[in-house]
């Protein structure tokens, strides 16, 4: 077998991939542990976390003294330093209405509808802003009727625990689900080989989260779930490739069946995951801040995917029935 042969290096393939998962599955749970605190971990949304998300223009270029200002505004009306106040440039903007494509993400804990508006009214005074204040306490903010306010969302504590449940137990489902369709469609090692390059592919992506700095939040959730989704149809094709030729080369090693499957679907692969990865290259340059939250976990998961397909699955699927030959001999 040639050294670029995969199968050849199936133990390291399988190691570095346990190890990427094992990363992933402690970096989610010290982050869950720490999750309220900003500079442990990864950075959770508010979706997860409860509170209230801004986007703003100052209607000028954003200097660092601007966003310090702004940090001890939220920290006057709450009481906490914010979790998150950061400059962004969209280009996706009326520049001719905010005089400028810098904007202001804030994230603090509040969800209340007084506390809300109290910043948002301390911000117009600061920076020169229009802001009618009318309308009691209890009356949500319009961002529709604020130019300069781009966004603004919150969500409440107990909401932001459910949410938390419905996603882990969304995400377990689907995988569990694959694992299953794959056992019945194929064999037991066929699944347990599927979750294990799904389980990569996830890792992979909390990973770059924690690395770059992304929130997770719903859109990520719906990343992941897109990249099960993904991953698992290039997965199913190898192992559909490696079934027809374990019938007609049975005679065969198993590594000379995997390698020859591999090979075989690698063009498919490689035009597959190339024509989705220049669409959502395009979504993450073009796009707004919200929409690169979700376009770049997908850029990491399709990249991880077909790693994953090519590499990951045949090896494990490999290692698993030569253990049972070994065993049966």
């Known amino acids: 077998m040639n050294k670029l042969s995969i199968t050849s290096k199936k133990l390291p393939i399988v190691i570095c991939a346990v190890v990427i998962i094992f990363v992933g599955i402690i970096g989610m749970l010290v982050s869950y542990i720490f999750k309220d605190n900003p500079d442990i971990g990864l950075r959770w949304g508010i979706d997860f976390t409860g509170g209230t998300v801004f986007n703003f223009s100052v209607k000028r270029d954003v200097s ?47 969800d209340k509808n007084e ?35 781009l966004s603004s969302d919150s969500v409440g504590p107990a909401a932001a625990a459910d949410l938390l449940k419905s996603a882990f137990l969304a995400t377990s489902i689907a995988a569990l689900l694959m694992l299953v369709y794959i056992s019945l469609r194929f064999d037991l090692y066929s699944g347990i ?43 199913i094709v190898i192992f559909d490739r490696i079934r027809e030729n374990n019938n007609q080369m049975f005679e065969k090693p198993f590594d000379l069946i995997v390698e020859k499957s591999i090979r075989q679907t690698m063009r498919r692969s490689i035009f597959t995951s190339l024509t989705t990865l220049f669409t959502v290259l395009i979504l993450f340059i073009l796009s707004v ?41």
């Not at 950061?86 to 400028?100: I, P, W």
């Not at 996830?202 to 989260?209: C, D, E, L, Y």
């Not at 399709?302 to 090896?315: K, L, P, Q, T």
Request: glycine content about 4%.
């Open 64 to 110: 660092p003294e601007d966003l310090k200002t702004v940090e001890n505004i939220v920290k006057q009306v709450t009481g906490e330093t914010p979790s998150l106040v950061q400059k962004t440039t969209v280009s996706a903007v009326d520049t001719s209405v905010l005089n400028s494509t810098d904007i202001i993400i804030v994230k603090c804990n509040t």
């Open 193 to 235: 080989a599927a979750v294990v390059a799904l389980l990569h592919d996830v890792s992979m992506m909390i990973i770059f989260n924690l690395i770059f700095g992304i929130q997770i939040n719903l859109p990520f959730i719906a990343a992941v779930l897109t990249i099960l989704g993904y991953s698992i149809n290039a997965t």
């Open 289 to 329: 801040p919200s929409i690169r939250e979700f376009s770049f976990p997908i850029i990491i998961g399709i990249i991880a995917g077909f790693y994953s397909s090519v590499c990951i699955s045949g090896n494990v699927w490999l290692i698993l029935k030569e253990r049972k030959e070994k065993k049966s001999s």
């Open 115 to 149: 506390d809300r508006r109290e910043i948002l009214s301390l911000i117009a005074k600061e920076f020169s802003l229009p802001f009618s204040n009318e309308g009691n306490s209890d009356e949500n903010v319009d961002a529709s009727k604020i130019e300069w306010l």
